[in-house]
């Protein structure tokens, strides 16, 4: 048995850079997501399609859904997306399928594994609303998020509210990404509890007051029903963005909304101590045996 388990443990030593393609990949399924402007829907995706938008390292694909002015609405995709029929729609964000990143500072200097797409919403943004099926990550900073950004070829700032796993257990994070000053700034971060663990559903969506305005309010709410016609959570506000955390600027103010999952992939040093500590243990089984 002892054996069995040293060799198994060598295995994961020899494919770590694989284990977030397999039994510890953070998958979720995103029932809806829809953007709000000026009190209309302008772009409401039920992934009630049975494609997949496979876009490798990042393509523009076309998302099936129009916007409510019947311009059709395009994501840009990284890793593979699958969609079904089933549940009223339901779109797989699963690391397996994602693109593996370098240092970034979105991943804190880790290497790791990403799927995402993300949606050019234009100027005047004023809010989006996304819900998906409750998981908690398994690895320590495996996470799933919406986002809001300037971000493009040229450096902007990311606004994100994420549900990420933590050495403490679970939690809720809003946050801002700055790429122009290379900053992270936590705006707000909450544990969660038993009981919002509980329910099935989890809604995460932003809410930008008026035009008029830079404000942005990060919003979450735990419940069931993953439409937005059936679900019943009531949206409570995270935290708000002020000067230093605004995500709009002269030059850049235009929005780009999306959601996206990551898992981490341990740093070569750390796959060396794994190595390391599984040779020794697999030294101390057969000095065991004699």
């Known amino acids: 048995m002892n054996s069995r388990l040293a060799v198994a443990l ?4 020899l494919a770590a850079e694989f284990y977030a393609l397999d039994a510890a990949a953070t ?7 829809a953007v709000v402007r000026n009190g209309p829907t302008i772009f409401d995706d039920s992934f009630d399609r049975n494609i997949v938008l496979n876009g490798g390292p990042g393509s523009v694909l076309p998302s099936g859904t129009n916007f409510s002015d019947g311009t059709p609405a395009s994501y840009r995709v990284i890793g593979s997306i699958p969609e079904t029929t089933a549940n009223n729609g339901q779109a797989q964000l699963n ?11 979105e991943t804190w200097n880790r290497h ?36 809001l950004t300037n971000n493009t070829a040229t ?7 994420r549900l990420q796993q933590t050495a403490a257990g679970p939690e809720l994070r809003f946050q801002l990404f700055d ?3 290379n900053q992270l700034t936590v705006i707000s971060e909450v544990p969660l509890t038993p009981a919002e663990l509980a329910d099935p559903q989890v809604e995460l969506g932003f809410s930008k007051d008026s035009a008029a305005s830079d404000v942005v309010t990060a919003l ?17 506000a995270l935290a708000s963005t002020d000067s230093s955390t605004d995500v709009f ?9 999306g959601f996206e999952t990551i898992d981490p992939i341990p740093e070569p040093s750390s796959l060396a101590v794994l190595a390391a500590a599984v040779l020794c243990s697999l030294g101390a089984i057969r000095r065991y045996a004699k």
């Open 112 to 147: 790791g594994r990403r799927v995402a797409a993300r949606v050019d919403l234009g100027e005047h943004f004023l809010g989006d609303r996304l819900v998906r099926s409750l998981a908690v990550p398994s690895i320590v900073s495996g996470r799933y998020d919406v986002f």
């Open 249 to 257: 600027t002269p030059t850049l103010n235009w929005a780009i909304s």
């Open 220 to 236: 979450y709410a735990f419940g069931s029903g993953n439409t937005f016609a059936t679900f019943t959570g009531s949206l409570t």
């Open 27 to 33: 998958i979720v399924d995103v029932d809806e997501f």
């Open 95 to 105: 690391t397996a399928n994602g693109i593996q990143i370098g240092q970034t500072l």
């Open 155 to 161: 450096p902007g700032r990311n606004l994100q509210i």
């Open 10 to 13: 060598l295995s994961i030593a």
């Open 179 to 181: 790429f122009v000053n």
